[in-house]
């Protein structure tokens, strides 16, 4: 018989054991043997003459030489060069660089055309308005039409020599479009009239921008090493990218991703006009008799009875 006090006492607690939680390395230290071999061994104690038969030795051969097959197989068709992918490639190859042929062809068809337009109509306006062939010029000029030459700096960035080596493992030592925005933006607040970088002219409507590991200038991408060449006072353009959030960026460059950094200045530049060029605003010029050119053809539609 239990007294109440002996019905509330709560009953022992199990000591739990220390290494309970390390079930996994407990089987490993007391069960070392694979549960198939200690079956297996345990066999041949109760029978030392027991061998597998003939028919499961066949089995177990024929089993193995499946798998070398299929793993031969596999290495085979891995490493040997699949001709139907490699000349669709090729292919591909050669489609991408005749059009990319074909569009070289028209961009410079199309800078030409540019120029001549350029120069038609400069020549028309010395006769009949100088004052807008003047800003006619100006405005060729600012945005990036027509070709300049003069006074100026080049800022010459490069990749660090590892990254030449190998870019995909020192990505972080190649020149990004970033470092390239900030030098062009130097150079304007130094006061540059023209900007150019590899060749490529900086218009109004161009622009600076990254795609992956390819760096694009107005849409066309350029190659290391990279030269910013600016036009434009050559004391002023100097301190502006030696001084300021330029010049820190370039020693930080320098000093921490081993980028090479050039400045050198020159007393004559030339920069090349834009090579792609999209009109977007129009305006019609007044005649000497008060109307623009619209009306004057409206007119002489009129006289030839072509508009009612």
């Keep these: 018989m239990t007294t109440p006090v002996e019905e509330r006492r709560p009953a022992p607690a199990t000591t739990p054991r220390p290494d ?9 230290m007391e069960n070392p043997l694979d ?16 061998r597998p038969s003939r028919t499961s030795r066949l089995l177990i051969f024929l089993v193995a030489i499946a798998i070398g097959a299929g793993l031969a197989i596999s290495i085979s068709s891995l490493r040997s060069p699949a001709s139907g992918r490699n000349a669709a490639r090729a292919l591909l190859v050669e489609q991408v660089t005749e059009r990319q042929q074909v569009q070289d062809d028209l961009v410079a068809q199309n800078a030409e055309l540019s120029a001549q337009i350029l120069e038609l109509s400069s020549a028309e306006l010395v006769l009949t308005d100088p004052a807008r062939r003047t800003e006619l010029e100006q405005l060729a000029v600012v945005s990036g039409i027509a070709p300049v030459h003069g006074p100026g700096i080049v800022v010459t960035l490069n990749d660090s020599e590892r990254a030449q080596d190998d870019p995909v493992a020192f ?19 130094g006061g540059a009239e023209a900007i150019a970088v590899n060749g490529t002219r900086l218009g109004a409507n161009g622009g600076i ?18 030269e910013v060449v600016a036009i434009g006072p050559r004391d002023e353009l100097t301190k502006a990218v030696a001084s300021g959030t330029a010049g820190q960026h370039l020693d930080l460059l320098r000093v921490r991703y081993g980028i090479g950094v050039n400045v050198t200045g020159d007393a ?6 834009s090579l792609t060029t999209q009109l977007r605003y129009a305006e019609a010029v007044e005649t000497s008799d008060g109307h623009t ?7 002489e539609s009129n006289e030839r009875g072509d508009i009612p």
């Design 209 to 226: 921008r990254g795609a992956g590991q390819a760096i694009l200038v107005d849409r066309v991408t350029i190659s290391p090493p990279y």
């Design 293 to 299: 050119g619209d009306q004057n053809e409206s007119n």
């Design 35 to 50: 549960p198939g071999y200690e079956a297996m061994t345990k066999r041949r104690r109760e029978n030392p003459d027991w």
């Design 268 to 273: 004559d530049l030339r920069l090349p006009g």
């Design 171 to 189: 990505g972080a030592e190649t020149v990004q479009a970033g470092d390239l925005q900030i030098v062009v933006n130097a150079m304007w607040a």
């Design 20 to 28: 309970a939680s390390m079930t996994l390395l407990i089987q490993v």
